[in-house]
């Protein structure tokens, strides 16, 4: 079987399982906010419950990412974690803030238990296409899931009439997700059979000889991401500012959160291709690193104008978040596939995502306890983090030519 055809047919397998994976908890990140609002849960509350279910959703990715590594069951690992999603239907039962909170982290920890393993896989299909072609094909096909799930809410809530949704409905809502996740499961099960054993698509170049340990340029990176990700704000966060201060409705939240999932999707695909184009045109794996300036400069905007009291400002900040994500979730899975060695690849994965995660819930937490103080707080916070990156960004660069 031609390998390159057997590489797309993954890439396209793992695009659907994250389509139907985000019509799930994409569409159930667009109304956690107003749903624990709607509960009871003050700012604080929610902004430490989306930090805690971050942090864990990628701290546990360095010990899943090592054991997937040592034992070469990234299957096994996929299965499980993928498996786990089943707790976002399951919202559909709760009636109390707490057992929310309880199930959210039970998502994100199910997360952390099949990424390192599935980005490996993609990473070793993608060696085929190109990495940021492949990630970004993945992340857009990703982003049709991540645009209908918030949808399904909007429509719904909608169709509900005016004024604000109570518990019954946000419950309704959850309830629909049960068909996209049996989708889900279909899709890994095929995917599996189609190619059993995807580190045969990733080839080293001859006379390649591959280190076994991870480089200075993975660190470098790491921490760059790091800083850049801790001033990044949440979006459950930003959507409960939206339902508190009454900026925007209960169905416009989830419908404009579906919008910069549609600008994520394209995002994704632009810049994945400028990725492996710089790449090609420098010769070197590690130029398209060069694209990740546009974090901090794309960042910086999103808490200035998704923290405002005006509804067109706001909405230009949540379409900014889904432009931050898009190159969040391309490029940064994509440098860690060409910064690592394949038998490190998880260990990679587990390492970078570990230190993302924390940024999540350090900075997350922090949004949440200041916004609590001053809104105008949250926002220095953020624009402060970020422009911390820069001088990190520009060590990265350093690195990378003296490379």
Known sequence: MNARRSAIHLILL?????????????GARSVNGPYL????????????IAGIGEFLGYAIRLATGYFADRTRGYWVFTFLGYGMLISVPLLALTGTWQLVALLIVCERIGKAVRAP??????????KQVGTGFGFGLQEAMDQIGAT????????????????????????????LLWLPFVLLMVCVVLAYIRVPDPA???????????????????????????VAT???????????HLKDKHI??????????????????????????????????????????????????CSILVPVFGFSFNPALAVAGILLWGVVMGIH???????????????????????????????VFAGSALMGIFYDISITLVIWFAVAVQAASVPLFIALRRSIRET
């Open 14 to 26: 793992f695009g659907l399982v994250s389509l139907f994976g985000d019509i799930i908890y994409e």
């Open 37 to 48: 609002k709607t509960l009871g849960a003050n700012a604080a509350v929610v902004g430490l």
């Open 117 to 126: 393993a599935k980005d490996t896989i993609v990473s070793q299909a993608s």
């Open 148 to 175: 209908a799930g918030p949808l399904i809410f909007s429509i719904l809530f909608l169709s509900l009439g005016k004024g604000y949704r109570n518990v019954a409905d946000y419950q309704y809502g959850y309830s």
């Open 200 to 226: 045969v698509l990733e080839i080293p170049a001859a006379g390649k000889q591959e280190q076994d340990k991870l480089s200075k340029v993975f660190w470098i990176y790491t921490l760059f991401s790091f």
């Open 230 to 240: 801790a001033g990044f704000a949440n979006f459950v966060l930003i959507a409960y």
């Open 248 to 297: 925007l409705s209960d169905a416009q939240i989830p419908l404009f959160y579906a919008v910069a999932m549609a600008v994520d999707g394209v995002v994704a695909l632009l810049i994945g291709r400028m990725y492996d184009v710089l790449k090609k045109k420098r010769r070197n794996d590690r130029a398209g690193l060069s694209t990740l300036v546009l974090i901090p400069a």
């Open 329 to 359: 979730e391309t490029i940064m899975k994509s440098a860690i596939a060409d910064l690592t060695p394949l038998k490190k690849r998880g260990t990679g994965y587990g390492i970078f995502n570990t230190s993302y995660g924390l940024a």
